[in-house]
């Protein structure tokens, strides 16, 4: 499937759904799990505070509702969040799915959002499912 450059990446918000008021780790599948979104506010010179959201390892449908809930938290904050990415390892589709809502939702917001590191899956993920350009990654390799 060949995607034009004006066709959107997704008709609807497959996100909406989840339920906002469920706190991660509460599912007993993650009972233990020493693996969290951090979300951290550093001082940026000359500007306002900026948001960071680590994506931690893996980015997989386990993960989504976590991480969503951290990207609300940052955006709840800070029109400028950074996407750390350096760490990621593993990336589903699902994961994919969330980065386009996720980018999708800071375009209607007109907030800004950045990428810090590098994810050869993340790369590889979204080249797969043709959303490198709307995820603004670069494919360096």
Known sequence: MVKSKNEEVMAHDPLMEIDQSAKPGS???????????????????????ENRVNLGENLTIQEVSEILASFRTAADISSAITLEASGLSRV??????????????????????????????????????GVTGDLRLSLNG
């Not at 809502?101 to 790369?123: C, R, V, Y």
């Open 92 to 129: 589903d589709g699902a994961g994919v799915q969330l980065l386009c809502a996720i980018f999708k939702e800071a375009k209607n917001q007109h907030m800004d959002i950045t990428w810090n590191g590098e994810s050869d899956a993340l790369n590889s993920a979204a080249d797969q499912m």
């Open 27 to 49: 599912d007993p599948e993650y009972e233990g799990n020493e693996k969290q979104s951090v979300i951290s506010q550093t001082a940026n010179v000359g500007v306002a505070m």
